[in-house]
Every structure is written in structure tokens, then in C-alpha cells.
Nanobody
């Protein structure tokens, strides 16, 4: 069973930086699509960035392009989201997610939360002005 555990959230002032980590277990050697999503109370979960488990392909949402980057340590199976120049609008719960191997292309292509099956518990990021 795939398990994802996020860490690294916290409170930061606008303009600051944070790096989120997601430790994955239960992954096989197959290719997965892994991603970061965020959710603000009352709004739908929004895709932030996604990457293949091999690290060979990645994509970042336009809303955070140039400020956020996604990476993966393929040996340790740890997913990272490096966030800089944070803004109050970036406040939310950040979730790590993974899609099963048979859906890696679909999920990485769409970036939709519905295409990801495995989810972490989330980590809160608060950006104050």
C-alpha cells in the first residue's frame, strides 16, 4: 500500500521560502505520477506541480511558475516542493499525491486531483503579509 507523509509546512512572512517534503513508501519500480496540490477552505483542491517518479518529466502550474519547483530524490523516494517569494495567496493545506502506475500518463497529463489515488495527510502553509 502506498503511503505518503508530508512535512515542512509552517508559517512564513510574505517573500519568504519553504521546502515541503513528502516521504513515499510502498512504491514499486513502476513509473508513477506524483504531485503537490493545495486547498484553501471553501475552495477546490488545486494542482500546484507534478513530476514522474523517475524525475524525467515535470510541470508547474502557471500560478506558481517561477516561484515554485518540484523535484524528487528517486533513491530515497522523497518528493519536494520548493517554494520561494511566498505570497498570502499561497496559504493553504498542501497535499502530496500519487497516481497508480496504470494512470501515470493520464494523471500527469491532466493534473487533476481526481486522477490521483494516494494522498498524504497534508501540511499547513501560512503566509502572512
Amino acid at each position: 500500500q502506498v503511503q505518503l507523509v508530508e512535512s515542512g509546512g509552517g508559517s512564513v512572512q510574505a517573500g519568504g521560502s519553504l521546502r515541503l517534503s513528502c516521504a513515499a513508501s510502498g512504491l514499486t519500480d513502476s513509473r508513477y505520477c506524483m504531485g503537490w496540490f493545495r486547498q484553501v477552505l471553501g475552495k477546490e483542491r488545486e494542482g500546484v506541480a507534478r513530476i514522474t517518479s523517475t524525475g524525467g518529466w515535470r510541470s508547474v502550474a502557471d500560478s506558481v511558475k517561477g516561484r515554485f519547483s518540484i523535484s524528487i530524490d528517486t533513491d530515497k523516494k522523497i518528493l519536494y516542493l520548493t517554494m520561494s517569494t511566498l505570497q498570502p495567496g499561497d496559504t493553504g493545506i498542501y497535499y502530496c499525491a500519487a497516481a497508480p502506475p496504470e494512470l501515470w500518463s493520464t494523471s500527469c497529463g491532466s493534473g487533476l486531483a481526481a486522477d490521483f489515488r494516494y494522498w498524504g495527510q497534508g501540511t499547513l502553509v501560512t503566509v502572512s503579509s
